[in-house]
């Protein structure tokens, strides 16, 4: 058949039609998928699409507002004015879980500006949605990626804007899969408009969507689990991998989902990177803006593990991705095809390819802990936000170390709330020295390395401190989900309530605690053989100069937002990092002997 070369760049791999075994291997691959609690129910999905309609109809309201305020007189462009809700990301992929959010686009015609959305469609949005709807409302006007963040009935959305060059917008208008759409727009109009077409490709490119849909819910488990997800810490994010799958589908046209994501470990591991992954030919496109092209751009050239966006202008959406985020990924290629390989000749469950990293419990000996601390919820989440775009560069620094063999970072950050009491404690928590309870007395001895992140003396400080400290489980930065509601009550919350205290004279005294937000990003650290010290101070100078150079609080830091690093031996992890039924790493006795 000829439609068999339709897909892809090159022929496929193999044909042949899934063996009984083989459809036995996805029956049971989907029964996982379905205990993990991968999938929501029906009526939740429901609520989704009310939400998008709701959400097509403010849109209209918004356009036609627009078109009222620019031309009053003009009776049929106020009629036909209408604009067109689109969606991109998990959910337009038909990958999303219970906890998704929806990525959602509005387009809208040429008088509609970025401006009008900003000022007109938060109100619009609040007044037109049901009472009490919508909640958790940011405005991010100066992202790379200009936003409006919020909750609607529970559900978060993200929704972006762009513009395209029509007078009207028709009835009918259902793609944005012209290129010819993109001329006369602003970058930000093009990013936005990029997420839309890039989601819409791969789905056109892949020979059967639901089988696609499948294995890749399955990878994106499978990679959530290993710590492997995560664009902002040098690994691939959802488009990134949705576009591995999707060529690992077009290799295998007829496969099976089963027999799809054991091929994934064995195509996208044994990958001959640099050579980019590409869905089809790059297309040099019509307009004069940049497309990925190693031979002419010297930066696109140094993309360790580049996967190519289909839809023009092509991208790489692997870019970040660092020499350790490469070999860690691919480590967990390997032990993703060992363990696919036994589970298709049912030796294995699949649950085993889904077990939970060892980052913390035997993953290093030692850590760096990046911390990013904030006196102010909001500001926190700016801040926090902008250190965590940076931490990739100080594991880049950390890499080229030369008693460094691999700098890992951890995919997450951790948000936590502390309630301290007096500057000092505040000092500690924004230090992170209040982390580690235990000091470390083992830096000297033979086979443990000493690590300094600070000029001159003493890193971990000993402390008695009794700062209340909390994990916020649904933190968030603006790089990624809304903010949830917060601590609710329950017994361990932390209160605003005064902290009884002694002071100096041994009475007791009631003090009323200050508030400081932390993030702590954890990067692991494997040494080269026999390295015995390790200065790191340079590179965590370098790095500390580089996100407290940022203008926005320049004259916040210290008293309003501050940036600790330190280093962490495995046993003086926080107790926090470990789920429950976790071995956290004992310190070895050296006492005796
Ligand atoms: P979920 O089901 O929502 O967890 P997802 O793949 O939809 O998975 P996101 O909602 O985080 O993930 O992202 C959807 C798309 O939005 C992916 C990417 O095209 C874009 N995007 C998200 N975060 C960023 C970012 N920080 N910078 C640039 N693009 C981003
Ligand atoms: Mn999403
Ligand atoms: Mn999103």
Same mark, same amino acid.
């Given at each position: 058949? $000829?439609?068999?070369?339709?897909?892809?760049?090159?022929?496929?791999?193999?044909?042949?039609?899934?063996?009984?075994?083989?459809?036995?291997?996805?029956?049971?691959?989907?029964?996982?998928?379905?205990?993990?609690?991968?999938?929501?129910?029906?009526?939740?999905?429901?609520?989704? /699409?009310?939400?998008?309609?709701?959400?097509?109809?403010?849109?209209?309201?918004?356009?036609?507002?627009?078109?009222?305020?620019?031309?009053?007189?003009?009776?049929?462009?106020?009629?036909?004015?209408?604009?067109?809700?689109?969606?991109?990301?998990?959910?337009?992929?038909?990958?999303?879980?219970?906890?998704?959010?929806?990525?959602?686009?509005?387009?809208?015609?040429?008088?509609?500006?970025?401006?009008?959305? %900003?000022?007109?469609?938060?109100?619009?949005?609040?007044?037109?949605?049901?009472?009490?709807?919508? !909640?958790?409302?940011?405005?991010?006007?100066?992202? %790379?990626?200009?936003?409006?963040?919020?909750?609607?009935?529970?559900?978060?959305?993200?929704?972006?804007?762009?513009?395209?060059?029509?007078?009207?917008?028709?009835?009918?208008?259902?793609?944005?899969?012209?290129?010819?759409?993109?001329?006369?727009?602003?970058?930000?109009?093009?990013?936005?408009?990029?997420?839309?077409?890039?989601?819409?490709?791969?789905?056109?490119?892949?020979?059967?969507?639901? !089988?696609?849909?499948?294995?890749?819910?399955?990878?994106?488990?499978?990679?959530?689990?290993? $710590?492997?997800?995560?664009?902002?810490?040098?690994?691939?994010?959802?488009?990134?991998?949705?576009?591995?799958?999707?060529?690992?589908?077009?290799?295998?046209?007829?496969?099976?989902?089963?027999?799809?994501?054991?091929?994934?470990?064995?195509?996208?591991?044994?990958?001959?990177?640099?050579?980019?992954?590409?869905?089809?030919?790059?297309?040099?496109?019509?307009?004069?803006?940049?497309?990925?092209?190693?031979?002419?751009?010297?930066?696109?050239?140094?993309?360790?593990?580049?996967?190519?966006?289909?839809?023009?202008?092509?991208?790489?959406?692997?870019?970040?991705? !660092?020499?350790?985020?490469?070999?860690?990924?691919?480590?967990?290629?390997?032990?993703?095809?060992?363990?696919? =390989?036994?589970?298709?000749?049912?030796?294995?469950?699949?649950? +085993?390819?889904?077990?939970?990293?060892?980052?913390?419990?035997?993953?290093?000996?030692?850590?760096?802990?990046?911390?990013?601390?904030?006196?102010?919820?909001?500001?926190?989440?700016?801040?926090?936000?902008?250190?965590?775009?940076?931490?990739?560069?100080?594991?880049?620094?950390? =890499?080229? /170390?030369?008693?460094?063999?691999?700098? /890992?970072?951890?995919?997450?950050?951790? +948000?936590?709330?502390?309630?301290?009491?007096?500057?000092? #404690?505040?000092?500690?928590?924004?230090?992170?020295?209040?982390?580690?309870?235990?000091?470390?007395?083992? #830096?000297?001895?033979?086979?443990?390395?000493?690590?300094? !992140?600070?000029?001159?003396?003493?890193?971990?400080?000993?402390?008695?401190?009794?700062?209340?400290?909390?994990?916020?489980?649904?933190?968030?930065?603006?790089?990624?989900?809304?903010?949830?509601? #917060?601590?609710?009550?329950?017994?361990?919350?932390?209160?605003?309530?005064?902290?009884?205290?002694?002071?100096?004279?041994?009475?007791?005294?009631?003090?009323?605690?200050?508030?400081?937000?932390?993030?702590?990003?954890?990067?692991?650290?494997?040494?080269?053989?026999?390295?015995?010290?390790?200065?790191?101070?340079?590179?965590?100078?370098?790095?500390?100069?580089?996100?407290?150079?940022?203008?926005?609080?320049?004259?916040?830091? #210290?008293?309003?937002?501050?940036?600790?690093?330190?280093?962490?031996?495995?046993?003086?992890?926080?107790?926090?990092?470990?789920?429950?039924?976790?071995?956290?790493?004992?310190?070895?006795?050296?006492?005796?002997?």
């Amino acid at each position: 058949m $000829a439609s068999e070369q339709n897909y892809g760049v090159t022929p496929p791999i193999s044909v042949t039609l899934p063996t009984e075994a083989e459809n036995r291997a996805s029956d049971a691959l989907l029964e996982e998928l379905r205990r993990q609690k991968t999938f929501e129910s029906p009526s939740d999905t429901e609520k989704r /699409h009310a939400v998008l309609k709701s959400l097509q109809e403010i849109c209209n309201e918004f356009v036609r507002k627009v078109a009222r305020e620019r031309e009053p007189k003009n009776d049929i462009l106020i009629k036909n004015a209408r604009g067109k809700v689109f969606t991109y990301g998990s959910f337009r992929l038909g990958v999303y879980g219970p906890g998704s959010d929806i990525d959602t686009l509005i387009v809208a015609p040429k008088y509609v500006t970025r401006e009008d959305y %900003f000022n007109y469609f938060p109100d619009l949005l609040v007044s037109m949605a049901p009472p009490g709807a919508i !909640t958790d409302l940011t405005v991010v006007k100066d992202a %790379f990626v200009p936003i409006i963040k919020f909750e609607y009935s529970g559900i978060s959305i993200d929704l972006i804007f762009s513009r395209i060059i029509q007078k009207q917008i028709s009835p009918d208008f259902d793609s944005l899969k012209d290129s010819s759409l993109l001329r006369g727009l602003d970058e930000a109009e093009l990013r936005s408009l990029n997420g839309t077409r890039v989601t819409d490709e791969i789905l056109d490119l892949v020979p059967e969507k639901s !089988t696609f849909r499948l294995a890749l819910r399955a990878i994106k488990l499978w990679a959530q689990r290993r $710590a492997v997800y995560a664009n902002i810490m040098g690994f691939p994010g959802g488009v990134a991998w949705a576009m591995l799958v999707a060529r690992v589908c077009q290799l295998y046209p007829k496969a099976t989902m089963s027999v799809i994501v054991n091929k994934f470990f064995l195509v996208i591991g044994q990958w001959r990177w640099p050579q980019p992954v590409l869905l089809k030919p790059i297309d040099s496109g019509p307009l004069p803006v940049r497309v990925w092209n190693p031979k002419v751009y010297k930066g696109d050239s140094f993309h360790l593990m580049p996967v190519i966006t289909p839809a023009y202008p092509s991208m790489c959406a692997t870019f970040n991705i !660092t020499r350790s985020s490469m070999t860690i990924i691919q480590r967990e290629l390997r032990r993703g095809l060992e363990i696919s =390989e036994q589970i298709m000749v049912g030796k294995r469950p699949w649950s +085993d390819l889904f077990v939970k990293h060892t980052f913390f419990t035997s993953g290093y000996r030692y850590y760096i802990s990046v911390i990013s601390a904030s006196k102010d919820k909001e500001a926190h989440k700016i801040w926090s936000g902008y250190v965590e775009s940076k931490v990739r560069m100080l594991v880049q620094k950390l =890499e080229q /170390h030369p008693s460094i063999a691999l700098a /890992h970072a951890f995919n997450k950050g951790y +948000d936590r709330r502390h309630l301290c009491r007096n500057e000092q #404690e505040i000092g500690q928590v924004q230090e992170g020295s209040l982390e580690f309870l235990i000091k470390d007395e083992d #830096e000297s001895k033979p086979n443990g390395a000493v690590v300094k !992140t600070e000029k001159g003396e003493g890193d971990n400080k000993p402390n008695g401190a009794a700062v209340k400290s909390e994990k916020v489980e649904d933190g968030s930065k603006l790089s990624d989900i809304p903010m949830k509601a #917060e601590n609710d009550e329950g017994e361990n919350k932390l209160s605003e309530v005064p902290i009884k205290t002694e002071n100096k004279d041994g009475a007791t005294e009631s003090v009323f605690p200050v508030e400081v937000y932390t993030t702590t990003h954890y990067i692991g650290l494997e040494l080269e053989e026999g390295a015995k010290s390790l200065d790191l101070s340079y590179q965590v100078d370098e790095f500390k100069v580089l996100c407290t150079q940022w203008k926005k609080y320049q004259d916040d830091l #210290e008293h309003l937002v501050s940036l600790g690093v330190q280093h962490v031996r495995n046993f003086n992890l926080p107790d926090d990092v470990f789920e429950p039924g976790e071995v956290k790493p004992q310190k070895k006795s050296s006492a005796k002997s």
